[in-house]
């Protein structure tokens, strides 16, 4: 593995700020003034903390035009959300609590407003900044006033693609990165970076890491070869779109086998790297309203904070927020709602899944070996599921139970698990199950869960 050590006991609590402070849709006009809304941020630090989050990962905070992924200006501060001095004090006041900040980078793809874009529409062809970007000009000459057809991310013709083969390009992000390391981020998440060739993020981040080695940097990939992409990209991590889909589409189709097939990929991965693993982001439906049983909630998050990885939990997925990401203009914007002004504003219904996240969580926390541990099949059905974590020596074990009637299993010795040597040793450390070492018998409750160590 490439990444940091602080990386191995890191539990990344995310924020979409645009959504978090309520700002506007769109950029501001040029003359209107800053906003400064980031310090709303600052007053959530140590509910964070007290979550038991280790970092902050923050959505995209630069200049854009829309929803932050269309970045206009990559060395200034969305004037929606503040300036430099803001973004100075979320810093200081984060690594003051102990929490690492992580930067959404949006490097496959610009604004259109993206000033060297907007330079080479006006200068054409042997403009300077024309092989910035994937461009056709027209057969029959460039006349100024004329836009050529341009690559963009995914038919999405707002946000224009760069040209990752000019040096050019990859010189500048290098440099984008180092300006906001140089102030205080502890890393990058690369957007959209299997868009991107794994040549050029290998390129950057060695210019990157030559200046700041303790960096971390992790890929959005949605689909693929992820060992590939990390090992050839040089990335610390990669999303783990998988098991996400594994863990909700296993609760909601009863169906323990697609998450025991999943966790054995997911192994094969923490070879060579530990995946970023999340049951909600920025991009997708959340759990609460993914699940069709809502008492399973407990289940997915047992699985997200005790395989291996660095867990990341979507601010408000800690209170039970319920939203539906649709496809259509818009349609992320029920995933990434305003947050109130403090903790104490928020409805009292959220306040019981935020205690369980403590707790599973806190059990996370105290067992960072976790986070390169490799899983085991101990028990399989349908309907319930035990599996053991373990990684040189120490080993959880975690009971599942789909069904809507209480579960009595047995842990049977199929496969070769220090953790079967521990029953007789083991106890009760989360949920309402329990263990008869001598028979090697587990019990749980309807819909219930257990993790025993």
């Known amino acids: ?71 206009t200006d990559y060395f200034r501060v969305d004037a929606r959300l503040g300036d430099d001095a803001d973004f100075d004090e979320l810093i200081r006041e984060a690594h003051a609590r102990g929490l690492r900040v992580l930067l ?12 060297p874009f907007q330079e080479a529409m006006r200068q054409g062809p042997s403009g300077a900044k024309a092989s910035w970007f994937r461009l056709q000009w027209p057969d029959s000459g460039w006349t100024p006033g004329t836009e050529p057809e341009y690559a ?39 957007d959209a970076a299997y868009a991107v060739p794994a040549s050029f993020w290998s390129r950057v981040l060695a210019e990157v890491r030559a200046e700041f080695p303790d960096a971390f940097f992790v890929g959005e990939y949605i689909h693929g070869d992820y060992a590939a992409a990390v ?58 309203s993914k699940l069709q049983d809502p ?13 291996g990885g660095t867990p990341s939990i979507y601010y408000g997925d800690e209170q039970a927020f319920r939203g539906i990401k649709e496809d259509r203009a818009g349609g992320d914007d029920a995933v990434r709602p305003a947050f109130p002004a403090s903790p104490a504003d928020l409805s009292p219904a959220g306040w019981p899944t935020y205690r369980l996240y403590q707790e599973l969580i806190g059990v996370r926390r105290r067992h960072a070996w976790l986070h390169s541990a490799g899983t085991a099949v101990l028990s399989l059905s349908n309907e319930q599921f035990i599996f053991v974590a373990e990684n040189d020596g120490d080993a959880l074990m975690m009971a599942l139970n789909l069904a809507n009637e209480p579960a009595d299993l047995e842990v049977t010795a199929n496969v070769q698990s220090s953790a079967l040597a521990l029953l007789a040793k083991v106890s009760l450390l989360a949920g309402t199950g329990s263990l008869d070492a001598q028979s090697g018998r587990v019990q749980l409750p309807a819909r219930g869960w257990a993790i025993f160590g």
């Open 231 to 288: 090992s050839d990209g040089s990335l610390d991590s990669a999303t783990q779109y998988e098991l996400w889909k594994a863990v909700w589409s296993s609760l909601n189709d009863r169906n323990f086998y697609e998450l025991a097939a999943a966790l054995e990929r997911h192994n094969s991965f923490l070879a060579g790297f530990a995946p970023l693993t999340f049951i909600g982001n920025h991009d997708v439906t959340r759990i609460a």
């Open 295 to 307: 008492a399973l909630l407990p289940l997915a998050l047992v699985v997200l904070l005790t395989v």
């Open 1 to 71: 593995m490439t990444e940091p050590d602080w990386v191995q006991h890191a539990v990344w609590w995310q924020v979409y700020p645009l959504g978090f402070v309520g700002a506007e849709q769109n950029a501001l006009p040029a003359a209107s003034p800053v906003i400064h809304r980031l310090p709303q941020l600052v007053s959530w630090l140590d509910y964070a903390v007290e979550l038991g989050a280790s970092g902050i990962a923050l959505g995209p905070v630069f200049a854009s035009e829309t929803h932050g992924y269309d970045t």
């Open 152 to 190: 963009d991310f995914e038919g999405h013709h707002h946000l224009v693609a760069l040209n990752h083969a000019e040096p050019e390009v990859a010189g500048f992000v290098a440099g984008v990165m180092k300006h906001w390391l140089a102030r205080g981020a502890d890393g990058w998440r690369l």
């Open 104 to 115: 959404d980078g949006v490097f496959n793809h610009t604004g259109r407003s993206f000033p």
